[in-house]
C-alpha cells in the first residue's frame, strides 16, 4: 500500500538525507508519489510530488533538507489519484501539524465533510490528510499533543497506520490500527515505519507494535501506549537478526532476478526450517481439525492451489482454498471452531487475508495457521501459529521466491502428514522428503542455469504479443497461474492462467495463426496435456511447452526456445521446478520492454487495502 517513517534525531542537519535513505527501501510498497517533511527550528518544510523517491529527490531535493524530524511517505494511490496535492505527509489547517498515514479510513467523506463543516482546510482528495486534521482538531480541544493524538484514533475507522509531528514539539507521534508498523531505537536517533527493511538502515534495535496502541519518538527513546487509555506499556526493543543487505541488488540488474536466485538456497533453508520439532505443531493443527482451508491472495494464492493438489496427492486430505476476499461468502457459513485456516500471505499484512483471520477470531470459527515471511508481521502476531517462510526481505514487488518457499512448506507439511494419518507408507514419505531436502537446491539451481538463456530467447520472439494463455494441468494448474500472474505484471500483456482441460470450452477460439499457448507439464500428465496441445496445433497456435523433456512433446515444438526443459526428477518435485522458467520467461519480458520489473506499474508489493 504505502510506506510511512518518521525519524527523530539529536543532529539538526541531516534529516532529509537519513529519510530518503530509510524510506527508499519501501519502494516496494509505493511509488506514485513521495514526500517528506523537515522540522528545523519549529519550522516544517514540506516538499511533495508525483514519482518515485529517486525521482522527487532529484526534483526537489529531498536528501538536502535539513532540520531534526521529519516525516516521509511513498504513496500507492487509492484515495485520490496520484497527483501532487494528494501526495503525502499533509498538514493540518495550518502549516503546524504535519502527518502522513498508510492503509485507508473507511469512513473519509462522512468525516472530512464533517471537519470541513467544522472549519477545517482540508486540501486534497487523501484520506491520509483528515489523520493530521483528527489531531489538530483534538489539539483545539486537549491543547495537549499526546490526548490529541490518542483522541484522533477514535475518529478514524478503516485500517491504517500515520505518523504525525507539531511543529514546535521535539516528539514524533505515530498510531498503529490495522496497518504495519514497526519502531527502531539508534544510538542517537529514533525511527517508526510501515516496515523493517527501513528500519535496519539506522538500528537493528527493533520495537514491535500490535493494533491499537501509540508511539512517542524522541531523539532517544521510544515510548509505547494503549490508544485505549493511555496506558504505557512495557516494550523493549529487540534485536533483529534480519540481514539488512537484503534490500541490496548484490550486483544483480533487479531484486527479481536476484531474488529468483536465491531459490536453491531457500529450497535449502526451508527444508532445514521445517525439519525441526516445532513442526509438529503445525502437524497436529492440521491433523485434529475436521476441515481445512487455504486463504491468500495473489502469488500466494498460486502457490495455495499448488498446495491444495499436495495435500491430496500426499495425505488425502481436501483442502478448501479461497482467495481473501472470496473467502467469507464462498466458505464463511461452513466454518466452525473445529477448522483450520490456512493464511498465506509473504507480507503477512495484505488486508484480504486479515479480514478472514479477523473473522475467525471474532467469532471463534477454528484454529489459524499463517504461513508468512515478515517476522513481526500483523498475521504473525495474530494467527494462533506460523510458519515462517525464511526466505530474507523479497523486495521486488511481484513474489518469486516467496512464492518458491510456498509451494515447498505445502509440499512437506502434505508428506509429513500424509505419513501420519496412513495415507502414504512411512518410507514414501521419508524419501520425497530426502528428495527435497538433497536434490531440490540443485536441481533447482540446474533449472535457473539451463531454462536462463532459453527463456531469454523465447521473451523476445514475444515482444509484440499483448495477448496469451499458460495451461496447467494437475500438479501445474497453480504453477501456470502463476506463470500467467508474472507476465501481467510486469510486462503488462493479458496473459490468462486457466486449467489446459478447460481451454476447449470456449478460450480455444481465440487462437489463429501463431497465437501463443504456454503449457505447463508434468511427467504423469503430458499424455493427457498433448490432446490439448494438440487442439491449439490443429488451429496452427503456436504451443509452448515447459517441464521435464519428453519424446512425445518433441514433435509439437517448431522453435528450439519453445521447449523449456527442466531437469529430470519426479511428479512431486516437477510442479516446484516448472514456475522457474516461467519466473525468468516474465522477467527477460519485462526488461525486453523497457519495464522495471521490480516496480510495476500501479502494483504495491503489500496491499494493505481493501
Ligand atoms: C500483491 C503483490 O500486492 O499481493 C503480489 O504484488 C503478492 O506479489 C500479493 O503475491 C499477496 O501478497 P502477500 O504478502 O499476501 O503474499
Given at each position: 500500500m504505502c510506506g510511512i517513517t518518521g525519524i527523530v534525531t539529536e543532529?539538526?542537519?541531516?534529516i532529509g538525507e537519513l529519510l530518503v535513505k530509510c524510506s527508499r527501501k519501501l519502494t516496494y510498497r509505493g511509488y506514485d508519489s513521495v514526500g517528506v517533511a523537515a522540522v528545523r527550528n519549529n519550522k516544517v518544510d514540506l516538499r511533495k510530488d508525483v514519482g518515485t523517491i529517486d525521482e522527487v529527490n532529484r526534483l526537489l531535493g529531498l536528501s538536502t533538507m535539513k532540520g531534526d524530524r521529519g516525516i516521509a511517505q511513498l504513496r500507492w494511490a487509492t484515495y485520490g489519484a496520484p497527483t501532487k496535492v494528494n501526495a503525502q505527509p499533509h498538514f493540518g489547517c495550518q502549516e503546524v501539524f504535519y502527518g502522513a498515514h498508510n492503509g485507508n479510513l473507511h469512513n473519509y467523506f462522512e468525516y472530512k465533510a464533517e471537519l470541513i463543516e467544522a472549519g477545517h482546510v482540508v486540501r486534497s482528495e487523501?484520506?491520509?490528510?483528515l489523520c493530521v486534521h483528527a489531531v489538530d482538531k483534538y489539539y483545539e480541544e486537549t491543547g495537549d499533543m499526546f490526548e490529541a493524538v490518542r483522541l484522533s484514533a477514535q475518529d478514524l475507522k478503516g485500517a491504517y497506520a500515520y505518523a504525525v509531528g507539531r511543529a514546535d514539539e521535539p516528539e514524533i507521534y505515530a498510531v498503529k490500527m490495522g496497518s504495519s508498523l514497526v519502531a527502531g531505537v539508534a544510538a542517537d536517533a529514533t525511527i517508526v515505519s510501515s516496515d523493517l527493511p527501513s528500519v535496519l538502515p539506522l538500528t537493528n534495535n527493533v520495537v514491535y507494535l500490535a493494533d491499537g496502541e501509540m508511539l512517542v519518538l524522541t531523539h532517544n527513546d521510544v515510548k509505547v501506549y494503549r490508544i485505549a487509555d493511555g496506558k504505557q506499556l512495557e516494550r523493549s526493543p529487540q534485536i533483529s537478526n534480519?540481514?539488512?543487505?537484503?534490500?541490496?541488488?548484490?550486483?544483480?540488474?533487479h531484486f527479481m532476478l536476484k531474488e529468483i536466485n536465491e531459490q536453491p538456497k531457500i529450497a535449502q533453508d526451508v527444508i532445514g526450517l521445517l525439519d525441526r520439532p516445532k513442526s509438529e505443531e503445525w502437524l497436529n493443527l492440521l491433523e485434529n481439525a475436521s476441515r481445512h482451508y487455504i486463504v491468500a491472495c495473489g502469488s500466494s494464492y498460486n502457490a495455495s492451489i499448488v498446495g491444495a493438489y499436495f495435500f491430496n496427492r500426499l495425505a488425502g486430505l481436501p483442502m478448501l482454498h479461497a482467495i481473501g476476499g472470496q473467502f467469507q461468502s464462498m466458505y464463511g457459513d461452513t466454518l466452525n471452531d473445529e477448522c483450520l485456516s490456512i493464511l498465506v500471505s509473504?507480507?503477512?499484512?495484505t488486508k484480504d487475508v486479515l479480514n478472514v483471520l479477523n473473522m475467525i477470531k471474532k467469532k471463534d470459527l477454528g484454529k489459524s495457521l499463517g504461513i508468512l515471511n515478515v517476522i513481526g508481521s500483523t498475521l504473525m502476531f495474530q494467527a494462533d501459529s506460523y510458519i515462517p517462510m525464511a526466505c530474507g526481505y523479497e523486495v521486488s514487488v511481484p513474489a518469486t521466491k516467496t512464492y518458491f518457499s510456498q509451494s515447498i512448506i505445502f509440499a512437506y507439511l502434505a508428506a509429513r502428514l500424509g505419513e501420519r494419518n496412513g495415507h502414504i507408507d512411512p518410507s514414501e514419505a521419508k524419501s520425497f522428503i530426502k528428495r527435497l531436502r538433497t536434490d531440490l537446491p540443485s536441481l533447482t539451481q540446474t533449472t535457473i542455469d539451463r531454462t536462463g538463456i532459453l527463456a531469454r530467447t523465447l521473451a523476445r520472439t514475444l515482444v509484440d504479443v499483448k495477448d496469451l494463455y499458460c495451461l496447467g494441468y494437475g500438479f501445474t494448474d497453480g504453477v501456470a497461474r502463476e506463470g500467467a500472474l508474472k507476465i501481467k505484471e510486469i510486462c503488462y500483456c493479458h496473459c490468462e492462467g486457466m486449467y489446459s482441460s478447460e481451454?476447449?470450452?470456449?478460450?480455444?477460439?481465440?487462437?489463429?495463426?501463431?497465437?501463443p499457448v504456454i503449457f505447463v507439464t508434468t511427467t504423469e500428465d503430458s499424455w493427457m496435456v498433448i490432446n490439448h496441445i494438440n487442439e491449439v496445433k490443429a488451429r496452427h497456435g503456436r504451443t509452448i511447452i515447459i517441464g521435464e523433456y519428453e519424446e512425445s512433446l518433441q514433435?509439437?515444438?517448431?522453435?528450439?526456445?519453445d521447449y523449456l526443459v527442466v531437469p529430470k526428477s519426479d511428479v512431486l518435485i516437477n510442479p516446484i521446478l516448472d514456475v522457474i522458467p516461467l519466473q525468468l520467461l516474465s522477467y527477460y519480458l519485462s526488461v525486453d520492454l523497457g519495464i522495471n520489473p521490480d516496480l510495476p506499474r500501479n502494483l504495491s508489493k503489500t496491499l494493505t487495502v481493501d
Open positions: 543532529k539538526s542537519d541531516n487523501n484520506d491520509g490528510e534480519v540481514d539488512a543487505r537484503a534490500a541490496e541488488k548484490g550486483g544483480y540488474p509473504q507480507s503477512g499484512e481451454f476447449k470450452h470456449g478460450p480455444l477460439s481465440i487462437v489463429t495463426d501463431n497465437y514433435p509439437y515444438v517448431v522453435n528450439k526456445q
